[in-house]
């Protein structure tokens, strides 16, 4: 602050004042009696005062100061001072000690420790770590309701449209809104099935892609082939193409995955890929491109069943990931490429080959408790159990669970036999947690059993996540706003000095 400050008495001229004003250089006078502030008279009063046309020589500054200014304590720190200033709008406040003025806090003092503070954007909310629970879109495609284990599409309960309709009837009605009719489905069926086909362009590029790498990981060869399909397909910024257009190119490349994913899987084994069979169903024919085996009807319905569970699933990571791209206008094919990103995380996507994994590092049920007590102990995570929504049983848990055991085998038995051991000591180490089986759980069991390798768990997954996916990425160009949330700052205060490079 300037100490002491500039004063005046109420009955002093105008012209008196100012005349000190400018000796001083001060930009206002605090108008005192018995040392206590009166009045404060700014540069702005006197500018008030000269439009007034009055004699400054007799005009009493009592008449045209501010009465009863805002003051500041003495003891105050220097940032209640700056809000007193920035909130008011004033350019100087009186300070004051025990009711006397003791000196006068100005812009001019404060500038040269004032710092970059965050400013708080009126409407700005803070969201919980991992955006648990927080609603960012509205949508008409599904739903996931976590405390009474149950999702569905389109208002249709997801299970029983798994153990009732096809595939491609789902499909149908991600896509266009209502499940497809006799005629609708016949009509469908043969619009998607030539789809299948690999470009041209991109069919001669599969090898390197499946060759690069020691181990080959599909997902990763599925994101770069992907990308490469929606250049070969010249697919445009989903803000520069109509609905039908967008739509379409979401058909292609939905019917098309699975194709890419076959072929990557059987290059990278050193055989010819699989060309796609019109006579065989979605599901059936994917089994067929991956394993070159017509499959059992009971394999292929099982796949299909599994897929049909895993179309879709609320505000899932991949989803979210695929709408946040395609909310800046980016073309579908960096929609999926990013979604594919994220499904590929063994937090999401990446969970049921570990689960597998885990159910052969158990070997026998009296060993389960044990594992599970180490694993956590030493801070692991069960795969195939937990979930952020679902705070009871996994609806599609208890679907690929009847699933596993139509099928049979040793592993189904072996899940069966552990799942409720798992449950129960998680429930005693993570009390409160609700850890129950999720999706990931028996989908490796299942998929295992209807011949595909642990390699083709999650791009198996994705071969029916792309579907949802494509629904979100049309239903977010159809209203979009850009998704851009905010952060916190919380690294030292800025401005930091920014030194000047060593010579
Ligand atoms: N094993 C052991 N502990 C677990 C597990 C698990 N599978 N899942 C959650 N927990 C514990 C956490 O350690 C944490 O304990 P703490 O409070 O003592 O720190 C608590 O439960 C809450 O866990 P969060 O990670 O905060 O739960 P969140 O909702 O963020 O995570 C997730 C959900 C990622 C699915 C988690 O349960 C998990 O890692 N599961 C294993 C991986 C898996 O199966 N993923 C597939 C999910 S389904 C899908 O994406 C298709």
Redesign the pocket.
């Known amino acids: 602050m300037t100490s002491p400050a500039v004063t005046a008495q109420r009955d002093e001229s105008i012209a008196q004042v100012a005349v000190r004003m400018d000796k001083e250089r001060v930009g206002c006078v605090v108008v005192v009696e018995d040392e206590r502030p009166l009045g404060i008279l700014t540069e702005r009063d006197i500018v008030r005062f000269a439009s007034s046309g009055a004699d400054p020589a007799s005009a009493p500054v009592g008449q045209w100061m501010t009465e009863g200014p805002d003051t500041v304590a003495a003891t105050s720190e220097a940032g209640e001072a700056i809000v007193c200033l920035a909130e008011r709008g004033y350019r100087h406040v009186p300070v004051v000690d025990d009711g006397r003025l003791v000196g006068v806090v100005s812009m001019r003092n404060l500038m040269p420790i004032a710092q970059v503070q965050p400013m708080h954007h009126p409407g700005e909310v803070e969201a919980p770590k ?1 955006l ?1 629970g927080v609603v960012v879109a509205d949508t008409e495609i599904g739903d996931v309701r976590g405390q009474e284990g149950f999702y569905h599409y389109r208002q249709h309960d997801a299970r029983e449209l798994a153990e009732r309709r096809s595939l491609e009837d789902v499909w149908h009605l991600l896509f266009f809104g209502a499940l497809p009719d006799g005629g609708q489905r016949a009509a469908f069926v043969e619009a998607v099935e030539p789809l299948r086909t690999l470009p041209d362009a991109v069919r001669p590029l599969l090898p390197a892609i499946a060759s690069i790498g020691e181990t080959f990981v599909p997902l990763e060869a599925l994101r770069s082939a992907v990308s490469l399909t929606s250049a070969a397909l010249g697919f445009r910024p989903c803000l520069d193409v109509s609905a039908e257009q967008l739509r379409d190119d979401a058909l292609r490349l939905c019917a098309l995955l699975p194709t890419l994913i076959g072929a990557l899987f059987r290059l990278r084994q050193g055989l010819e890929p699989v060309e796609p069979d019109p006579e065989l169903s979605h599901a059936a024919n994917y089994l067929w491109m991956v394993t070159g085996k017509v499959p059992e009807p009971e394999h292929a319905r099982a796949i299909e069943q599994y897929l049909v569970s895993t179309v879709d699933h609320g505000f ?1 990571v991949s989803t979210f990931t695929a709408r946040v791209i395609s909310s800046t206008g980016a073309d579908l094919g960096a929609s999926l490429v990013g979604a594919i990103g994220a499904l590929s995380g ?4 990446g ?1 049921p080959s570990r689960a597998l994994d885990m159910l052969d590092a158990i070997g026998e049920p009296e060993r389960a408790e044990a594992w599970i007590r180490n694993t ?1 102990a030493s801070g692991g ?8 929504v679902y705070k009871t049983e996994d609806p599609r848990s208890a679907l690929l669970r009847e699933l596993a055991e139509r099928l049979g085998g040793d592993r189904a038995a072996l899940a069966r036999r552990v799942e409720q051991t798992i449950v129960d000591v ?1 429930a005693e180490l ?1 009390p409160g ?1 609700e ?1 129950h089986a ?3 759980f028996y989908a490796g069991v299942v998929m295992e059993r209807c011949g595909l390798s642990p390699e083709m768990f999650t791009p198996t997954f994705a071969a029916s996540r792309v579907i949802g996916w494509c629904a979100n990425v049309m239903e977010q160009a159809s209203d979009n706003r850009i998704i851009r949330p905010s952060a916190r700052h919380v690294g030292p205060p800025p401005p930091q000095p920014v030194p000047w490079p060593d010579e």
């Open positions: 991992g648990a899932n063994p937090l999401h996507g969970a956590v995570r069960i795969m195939g159990f937990g979930h952020r998680l993570k947690r850890l999720n999706v990931e």
